[in-house]
C-alpha cells in the first residue's frame, strides 16, 4: 500500500501504548525488495530452514497482505528466492518480513513487493514439508499474531493489533 502511514507517526501517537497492541521490531531488518513502503494484515508462518509452506503462501493469492516468516533467525538457508519473491508480487502480496534470509539479491530487488530480511545468503533449504500457518510467532523477541496489522517504511517496522489510520 502506498498510503501506508508513515512508521515514526505511527510510533510518535502510540509512544505510551502499554497494552502490548503496539509493538515495534528491533532494527535489524535489510530491505531487499523494490518497493520501500508496504503494510497489510500479516499471514504468519513458522518454520525452520525449510520454506515448503513460504512456496505455498506466495503461490496463493495474498490480496494486499503481508506474510510474516518466523525463520527462528537462521542465517544457514535462505527462505525465499527470486522465484518465490516472482510469485509473491505477481500474486499481490504486499510485502514479505522474514526473521532469517533470502537469496538472488538482484532478482529480489526488481519485484513490485516489499521484502525484509536479515541477511542474504545463496544456500537453498530443504524441502521437507514442516513448519506452521496462521498461528503466533516470534521475531526478533517481538510476538506477531495472524491478522495483525503489519506497518514498514525506509525507518523500521511496527505491528499493530488493529488497522491504524
Not at 92 to 115: F, P, S, T, Y
Amino acid at each position: 500500500m502506498t498510503s501506508s502511514p508513515a512508521t515514526c507517526d505511527l510510533c510518535d501517537a502510540h509512544k505510551g501504548d502499554a497494552s502490548g497492541n503496539f509493538r515495534v521490531l528491533p532494527p535489524v531488518f535489510r530491505d531487499f525488495g523494490a518497493v520501500r513502503r508496504f503494510s497489510g494484515p500479516a499471514i504468519t508462518i513458522k518454520c525452520f530452514e525449510d520454506n515448503s509452506l513460504v512456496k505455498a503462501a506466495v503461490d496463493s493469492a495474498g490480496d494486499g497482505r503481508v506474510l510474516v516468516v518466523d525463520g527462528g533467525g537462521s542465517l544457514r538457508r535462505a527462505l525465499l528466492g527470486g522465484n518465490l519473491g516472482a510469485a509473491a508480487a505477481k500474486n499481490g502480496w504486499a510485502g514479505v518480513v522474514i526473521d532469517g534470509c533470502v537469496r538472488d539479491v538482484m532478482e529480489l530487488a526488481a519485484h513490485q513487493i516489499g521484502i525484509r530480511a536479515l541477511a542474504a545468503i545463496p544456500l537453498p533449504t530443504e524441502k521437507r514439508n514442516e513448519g506452521q500457518r496462521d498461528v503466533v510467532v516470534q521475531l526478533q523477541g517481538v510476538w506477531v499474531r495472524p491478522g495483525d496489522w503489519l506497518y514498514a517504511d525506509e525507518d523500521g517496522i511496527v505491528v499493530s493489533a488493529t488497522a491504524l489510520a
